[in-house]
Nanobody, 129 residues
Framework: VQLVESGGGSVQAGGSLNLTCEAA????????MAWFRQAPGKEREGVAC????????YYADSVKGRFTLSQVNDKNEVFLQMDNLKPEDSAMYYC????????????????????????WGQGTQVTVS
C-alpha cells in the first residue's frame, strides 16, 4: 500500500491550493482517508477525514467553511480543496488512511488522533504568506 500525494505549494493569504492523495495498490474493502498537518515546532493535527463508502466527511473547526475534502470518482483517491488560506495554515500536509470509518467525535487538535491511521504519505508542503 502506498499513499501518493500531490499538490501544495506557496500562495498568498486569501488564495487557494489543492492537494490530492491516491491510495495505490489498496487491497482492502473499505477505508477512510484523512489529511493531517504539522507546522514547525508544533504537533501533528488533523484537518479532515472522509469515509470512502458513503462520502461522510468531517473537518477540524479551524478549517470548516474553507476546506473541502472529496472523493475522486469512486476511487481510493481524495481531493482537498483549500480556499481562503491563512498564514496559520502553513504546514507539511500528510495524507493518511485507515481501515475503518471516520468518527464524528474526533478531536482534530489531539495529536494522538494520528495513531488511529495505519498508512501515511510522505507529506507535501503548503506555505501561505
Amino acid at each position: 500500500v502506498q499513499l501518493v500525494e500531490s499538490g501544495g505549494g506557496s500562495v498568498q493569504a486569501g488564495g487557494s491550493l489543492n492537494l490530492t492523495c491516491e491510495a495505490a495498490r489498496w487491497p482492502y474493502a473499505s477505508n477512510a482517508m484523512a489529511w493531517f498537518r504539522q507546522a514547525p515546532g508544533k504537533e501533528r493535527e488533523g484537518v479532515a477525514c472522509i469515509y470512502l463508502r458513503g462520502g461522510t466527511t468531517y473537518y477540524a473547526d479551524s478549517v470548516k467553511g474553507r476546506f473541502t475534502l472529496s472523493q475522486v470518482n469512486d476511487k481510493n483517491e481524495v481531493f482537498l480543496q483549500m480556499d481562503n488560506l491563512k498564514p496559520e495554515d502553513s504546514a507539511m500536509y500528510y495524507c493518511a488512511a485507515r481501515l475503518a470509518r471516520c468518527s464524528p467525535s474526533y478531536d482534530y487538535t489531539d495529536s494522538s488522533l494520528q495513531r488511529l491511521f495505519r498508512f501515511w504519505g510522505q507529506g507535501t508542503q503548503v506555505t501561505v504568506s
